[in-house]
């Protein structure tokens, strides 16, 4: 059974950093692309950063380049998104999808996904 289990979600100022982690079980890990979406209320999901399965390849959403970073670690079935800089408008819902393709995480959605971790930036 495929597990995608995210924290690091939390209350921080606006300027602040998080780090969000998502630790994944029942796949093999480095057959798939991996992203972190949000959700804020009364909107949609919004594909944030992605990953490809080797690392070599990423997508960001232009609301967070040059503020966020998306990694992952292979060996550890991590992966990993780096916030700085955090705005009142990144207050969301963070969640971790997998895929086997990159291309479907960036066009459409994941095949498996994790509960989810709040994040909330105060202004």
């Known amino acids: 059974q495929v597990q995608l289990v995210e924290s690091g979600g939390g209350l921080v100022q606006a300027g602040g950093s998080l780090r969000l982690s998502c630790a994944a079980s029942?796949?093999?890990?480095?057959?798939?692309?991996m992203g972190w979406f949000r959700q804020a209320p009364e909107k949609e999901r919004e594909l944030v950063a992605a990953i490809s399965s080797g690392g070599d390849t990423y997508y960001y959403a232009d609301s967070v380049k040059g503020r966020f970073t998306i990694s992952r670690d292979n060996a550890k079935n991590m992966v990993y998104l780096q916030m700085n800089s955090l705005k009142p408008e990144d207050t969301a819902v963070y969640y971790c999808?997998?895929?086997?393709?990159?291309?479907?995480?960036?066009?459409?959605?994941?095949?498996?996904w994790g509960q989810g971790t709040q994040v909330t930036v105060s202004s």
């Open positions: 999808a997998a895929d086997r393709w990159l291309s479907v995480l960036v066009r459409t959605s994941g095949t498996y």
């Open positions: 029942g796949l093999t890990f480095s057959n798939y692309a």
